[in-house]
């Protein structure tokens, strides 16, 4: 009983640990016409005093260039792009949106606090759960700093993308 408990949890974790991976790859068939790279301020309820307090503010928006919409998607579906835990603190304050005729059909949310990501499909309302690798990671800052967002996040909140 405990070597099939162990297989199939095994197996549960392979298959999670893929599902970003796959819903990535699927966006990437469906070649976005646009792109916005937008950078959120957050302060969730495990972070703050108050109810009152909790915040989410958008500081920029960006549109980012077809190449590097493709580039994310193409990281984002390799099984490196992706560490096999998840931070529980639910902070998202990066968002990368896909969009086909004005209509948004896809996104990948992340939080460079706690490196956590969510990749989502519009139509299917289908999501996956993964955190970033240090190496993904690193390309997102490089992203972040090409299109002037950085200095929109403290350099403390980068501990998720390390």
């Given at each position: 009983?405990?070597?099939?408990?162990?297989?199939?949890?095994?197996?549960?974790?392979?298959?999670?640990?893929?599902?970003?991976?796959?819903?990535?790859?699927?966006?990437?068939?469906?070649?976005?016409?646009?792109?916005?790279?937008?950078?959120?301020?957050?302060?969730?309820?495990?972070?703050?005093?108050?109810?009152?307090?909790?915040?989410?503010?958008?500081?920029?928006?960006?549109?980012?260039?077809?190449?590097?919409?493709?580039?994310?998607?193409?990281?984002?579906?390799?099984?490196?792009?992706?560490?096999?835990?998840?931070?529980?603190?639910?902070?998202?304050?990066?968002?990368?949106?896909?969009?086909?005729?004005?209509?948004?059909?896809?996104?990948?949310?992340?939080?460079?606090?706690?490196?956590?990501?969510?990749?989502?499909?519009?139509?299917?309302?289908?999501?996956?759960?993964?955190?970033?690798?240090?190496?993904?990671?690193?390309?997102?800052?490089?992203?972040?700093?090409?299109?002037?967002?950085?200095?929109?996040?403290?350099?403390?909140d980068l501990e998720?993308?390390?």
């Amino acid at each position: 009983m405990k070597g099939f408990l162990l297989i199939l949890t095994v197996v549960i974790a392979a298959h999670s640990h893929a599902q970003p991976r796959k819903l990535a790859k699927y966006l990437y068939t469906l070649e976005a016409d646009s792109t916005l790279l937008s950078v959120y301020q957050v302060a969730t309820r495990e972070m703050v005093k108050t109810e009152s307090e909790v915040l989410e503010r958008l500081l920029s928006v960006r549109g980012i260039s077809k190449d590097e919409a493709e580039n994310i998607l193409k990281k984002a579906s390799r099984k490196s792009a992706y560490r096999d835990d998840r931070a529980l603190l639910t902070h998202y304050n990066i968002v990368i949106g896909y969009y086909k005729n004005g209509e948004p059909f896809g996104s990948l949310t992340l939080s460079s606090k706690t490196g956590n990501i969510t990749i989502s499909i519009a139509k299917s309302q289908t999501q996956a759960y993964g955190r970033v690798s240090k190496s993904f990671g690193k390309y997102l800052v490089s992203v972040l700093d090409n299109y002037g967002m950085l200095k929109f996040i403290n350099r403390l909140d980068l501990e998720g993308f390390n």
